[in-house]
């Protein structure tokens, strides 16, 4: 986690290991070993054996929301996809890693009136932890995109204390869209990668123009919506919908990570994952905890 650059300022490495990835999406996993590591594997987490995974000390998962999501079905845990945080429950059952982060959008706190996530707060608690959701609003730490999202954080119930949510430092200087993109602006090659990428479809003649909006470059974009159908929103200044390149800037990726497959495919992933940046600074609130939680032991 960490050791990477991003619009010039590197991050430093924090003290994690990854033991083991997992993700049903073949080419996720293509593109996770392209750019990350090769200790990932295919797996369908709604059918399998904790036993054949590594004990580790942290879990982290997002599991799918787009069963939460407002603009989404919002069949909730109706749904086999709804039901996928319980992938997390077996193994905290299992292995009971010290801490263990589930990562979705804010739209699960609402969902029947918050029963949704009162259930799996609660099977998390049942399971032996302690239980805080984190909303975090990605511009209020340095990410140029206006996307909120929830952690739920949980820590094992022998363990003293809770980590510290992360410390909102960019809330009266958010980054811009501008700030993230405008130096790509006379760029049209793959130079740098994904830039030559992007949907040339026009504008919704019909419908509410989801997708078709265009940000104000002196405010964060629109949030980056994983979406297989075109609706990438549009470049503030130049008559074209943002390129791959531009939407993973947007997402906080670094230049050096690389999205190999079509528009449709790479857009999808880049809409689906944490923003690097907010990733980060929820690790390192974790890092520190969990310093201090082992020295304790």
């Not at 590197?10 to 290991?17: H, Q």
């Not at 749904?79 to 804010?106: A, C, F, Q, T, W």
């Not at 993109?181 to 989801?210: H, T, V």
Request: aromatic residues 10%.
């Amino acid at each position: 986690m960490g050791g990477f650059r991003f619009r010039r300022k590197r991050l430093p490495r924090l003290p994690f290991k990854i033991l083991s990835a997992y993700d049903h999406d073949l080419k996720c996993v293509d593109t996770y070993k392209r750019n990350i590591d090769q200790h990932v594997s295919q797996v369908d987490l709604s059918d399998y054996d904790p036993r054949d995974m590594p004990a580790a000390d942290v879990l982290t998962g997002g599991f799918p929301c787009q069963d939460f999501a407002s603009c989404g079905p919002r069949r909730g845990l109706n749904s086999d996809r709804g039901r996928l945080y319980r992938s997390m429950i077996k193994y905290m059952d299992h292995h009971r890693p010290s801490v263990v982060v589930g990562e979705n959008v804010p739209g699960l706190a609402s969902l029947h009136q918050g029963k949704v996530l009162n259930t799996i707060v609660s099977d998390m608690e049942d399971c032996g932890y302690k239980v805080g959701v984190w909303r975090l609003y990605a511009p209020d730490y340095g990410i140029p995109q206006r996307r909120t999202r929830l952690f739920i954080v949980g820590v094992r119930d022998d363990l003293e204390g809770f980590p510290v949510i992360p410390v909102p430092r960019y809330t009266q200087k958010h980054r811009t869209i501008k700030w993230a993109i405008n130096d790509l602006s006379s760029i049209d090659d793959e130079s740098i990668p994904n830039q030559s990428q992007y949907f040339k479809a026009s504008r919704a003649k019909k419908g509410n123009g989801q997708g078709d909006e265009t940000s104000d470059p002196n405010k964060p974009s629109y949030t980056v919506r994983a979406n297989a159908k075109s609706r990438v929103q549009f470049h503030y200044e130049l008559n074209r919908r943002l390129t791959v390149r531009e939407c993973a800037r947007l997402q906080t990726f670094p230049d050096e990570f690389v999205f190999q497959y079509s528009a449709t495919t790479n857009i999808m992933q880049i809409g689906n994952a944490v923003p690097p940046l907010l990733g980060y600074v929820v690790a390192k609130s974790l890092a520190r905890f969990l310093e201090t939680a082992h020295e304790n032991e």
